[in-house]
C-alpha cells in the first residue's frame, strides 16, 4: 500500500521560502508520477507541480513557474517542493499525490494515491 506524508508547511512572510518534503513508502516508485496540488478555502483542488520520478522531468503551473521547484531522492524516496518569493495566495494547503503511470497530468482526479496535506500560510 503505497503511502504519502508530507512535511514543511508553515507560516512564513511573504516573499520568503519554504521547503515541502514528500516521503513515499510501500511501492516501486521507478516509473511513478509525483505531483504537488494545492487547495485554499472555497476553492477547488489545483495543479502545482509534477515530477517523473525515473528521469526528473517538471512541470509547472503558470501561477508558480520560476518560483518553485520540485526535485527528487531516489535513494530517500522523498520529493522535495521549494518555493520561493511566496505570495498570499499561495496560501493553501498543500498536498503530494502519486499515479503509477510515467505521463505528467494535472488532473487531481488522476491520481491515486495522497497524502494527508500540510497547512502553508504566508502572511502580506
Known amino acids: 500500500q503505497v503511502q504519502l506524508v508530507e512535511s514543511g508547511g508553515g507560516l512564513v512572510q511573504a516573499g520568503g521560502s519554504l521547503r515541502l518534503s514528500c516521503a513515499a513508502s510501500?511501492?516501486?516508485?521507478?516509473?511513478?508520477?509525483m505531483a504537488w496540488f494545492r487547495q485554499a478555502p472555497g476553492k477547488d483542488r489545483e495543479f502545482v507541480a509534477a515530477?517523473?520520478?525515473?528521469?526528473?522531468?517538471?512541470y509547472y503551473a503558470d501561477s508558480v513557474k520560476g518560483r518553485f521547484t520540485t526535485s527528487r531522492d531516489n535513494a530517500k524516496n522523498t520529493v522535495y517542493l521549494q518555493m520561493n518569493s511566496l505570495k498570499a495566495e499561495d496560501t493553501a494547503v498543500y498536498y503530494c499525490?502519486?499515479?503509477?503511470?510515467?505521463?505528467?497530468?494535472?488532473?487531481?482526479?488522476?491520481?491515486?494515491?495522497w497524502g494527508q496535506g500540510t497547512q502553508v500560510t504566508v502572511a502580506s
Open positions: 510501500g511501492g516501486t516508485f521507478s516509473y511513478y508520477t
Open positions: 499525490a502519486a499515479r503509477g503511470v510515467y505521463t505528467i497530468v494535472v488532473e487531481p482526479r488522476r491520481y491515486g494515491y
Open positions: 515530477i517523473s520520478w525515473s528521469d526528473g522531468r517538471t
